[in-house]
């Protein structure tokens, strides 16, 4: 394992180990729009389908989707939080639901496998062309791939990961704009759904009994702003991403 890897797994061990996922904290409260919209996405999707989640961390979702799916593995860097999702399919006695520890840069499965590939703040943890392309190879024809992404132009948003440097690892990248369109090398069809601009403002109310009213507010307030401006998407904080239509392997030269 390279040493880059080798930090992202002992990251994300400490992580899983001291319950991180408890301090997540406010920006959580603000992502309620941008997670119904992708998990309904999923749920859809997924219904009798053969599912992979990269980056599975304690198997969440993953176990939510199993009781649609027809099947899901669920993969993660992480022993400690494979091991963790392991322990809540035991205790919900969940069939249909496998986890295990892989480098979603070498996946292990063979071409055209999964019918639908899915990952919430993964992509940007790992080297952008060697997962596409390991996503590309995997997803059957006709699937679809969904990953929930943060973004990495805004300024302000990027001032305050400066300044929080505990909270995440040294090498993530939240994704440009020519991430995504490098993505188009490796799928025909990309679909990006934009999220959290002035929303983020609602941060401070996230305790206040109207905060649900003050999000609100801000997300509609986004949507003109999208619609009007679509050339400010690029400053939003999250993106919901879908690829579909893998391009065949000999096209491809990364």
Not at 8 to 33: C, M, P, Q, V, W
Not at 131 to 144: C, D, F, M, W
Not at 185 to 196: A, Q, S, W
Request: aromatic share 12%.
């Amino acid at each position: 394992m390279d040493t880059l890897k080798q930090r992202e797994k002992s990251f994300h061990d400490r992580y899983y180990s001291s319950g991180g996922r408890e301090k997540a904290g406010k920006f959580n409260e603000l992502r309620i729009t941008s997670k119904k919209y992708f998990e309904s996405r999923l749920m859809e999707l997924c219904r009798g389908k053969k599912v992979l989640e990269i980056g599975c961390s304690e198997g969440g979702l993953s176990s939510r989707l199993a009781s649609v799916a027809a099947g899901v593995i669920g993969i993660d860097i992480s022993e400690v939080a494979v091991g963790n999702a392991r322990k809540k399919v035991e205790e919900n006695n969940l069939s249909n639901i496998t986890f295990k520890v892989m480098d979603a840069e070498n996946l292990s499965f063979e071409d055209n496998t999964f019918d639908v590939i899915y990952g919430g703040s993964i992509l940007h943890h790992l080297d952008i062309k060697k997962t596409y392309k390991e996503i590309s190879r995997v997803l059957k024809p006709n699937g679809a791939a969904v990953f929930s992404e943060p973004l990495g132009h805004n300024p302000f948003i990027n001032a305050y990961r400066k300044l929080t440097p505990n909270m995440r690892t040294q090498d993530e990248h939240p994704l440009l704009m020519n991430d995504i369109t490098t993505s188009k090398r490796y799928f025909v069809d990309v679909h990006v759904r934009y999220f959290y601009l002035f929303s983020i403002c609602a941060a401070p109310f996230h305790k206040s009994p109207v905060f649900r009213i003050v999000l609100s507010c801000f997300e509609k307030l986004d949507k003109v702003v999208f619609t009007f401006l679509p050339f400010v998407k690029r400053y939003a904080w999250t993106a919901v991403i879908t690829f579909s239509k893998p391009r065949a392997l000999q096209n491809m030269t990364d």
